[in-house]
């Protein structure tokens, strides 16, 4: 087979969820797969972290805008490289191609009411793409990819896509994550001391940032210990607004915002925490669980969408509409310790369930029978 990856950015230094997705595919293509030819589309940028292999080549494609790139350079490069099948990895895929599509389809959010607050042009202009774009495409996909049975069912009844079109391969975690004594001083790199609450919040409505910063300023009130609140990835100004509305701006001191960190100082920074707070209101899969899980660090998560189904039934489960409820489960785990304790094991007992190789040997499989469907003829 000659198989076509689409990877547009993969290459830029702050990588996000989808991008942190193909990447470790693609990695784990090169160590399972030596048989097949692949040929992996990239925009160019500073982060080379694919390289070629005897059957795997990495194609760089410049183009000014994501759109451009994807709907008229990647079909094309792809056309000029004969590939038998195109994978397009991050729900979207060029509305003109005639050569047989795999779209990973993360999710459908792009399709459920918008949250008027979202204030992010970025994300903005992506929700608007990507409602234009899926409608076009998902009659001419061989095979749509989703990351978990929630997402499957959700996909399946919203947009009445058959099931034998369907394939749900869960994501996996990156090796390095696992839990170390010794995990060194990086954590100090963005917070002082270890043993702080850690919470990967954004400006997206869904990561249910507000009511996580209600639910800390409670935990405060009735901790004696008062753990601080390390958050990656937030703007300032989102912040004071948030704790301005709520009136709660004297919690300020015991934030942490370092901005943007590197996922290879993450397993520190998840070894150091005393928990992680994974509160959205909706997620397709959640790879940060895995991630905190795997470093031993409870886990405090949501009772929706597919988080129930990635922590498994003895996590700790809350509803994230409820401050209260967040911050009863973070002083449990304050006081309790047989409560912490067993709640470490349970979280590496879980997340050994899940690797990119399970990932890629699924992927691998699809691939297969997708290629083997368009050669019965």
Known sequence: MR????????FRTNKHGMDYVVLQEILQLQQLDHQNEYFVFVK???DHCVTDTQNMHVIEISMPSYPLWEQIALPKAASESRV????????TAPIRCSIPLILTLHDIIFLEPRDKQNKSLYQ????????LVVPRILEKCQRIITVSDFELHNIIGKLHIPETKMAMIYNGYNE??????????????????KGFLFFLGNTDPKKNTERTLIAYAKYLENSCVKRKLLMADLDQQYLSDILQRNQIEHIRSNIVMPGYIKNSDLPFIYNAAFAFLYTSLRESFGIPLL?????????????TSSMPEIAGPQAILVNPESADEIAEQLLKLETDNSFYNRQKEIGLERAGLFSWKKTTEKLLEVYKEVYQEQHSY
């Open 3 to 10: 198989i076509g990856i689409e990877a547009q950015r993969i």
């Open 84 to 91: 038998d099948i195109l994978h397009c990895t991050s729900n």
């Open 44 to 46: 160019p940028g500073p």
């Open 124 to 131: 903005n202009m992506g929700w608007l793409y990507r409602r």
């Open 176 to 193: 390095w994550f696992y839990e170390q004594e010794d995990y060194n001083e990086v954590y100090k790199k963005y917070i002082d001391d």
């Open 291 to 303: 991630e905190a899980m795997a470093c031993g660090t409870p886990v405090v998560t949501s009772n």
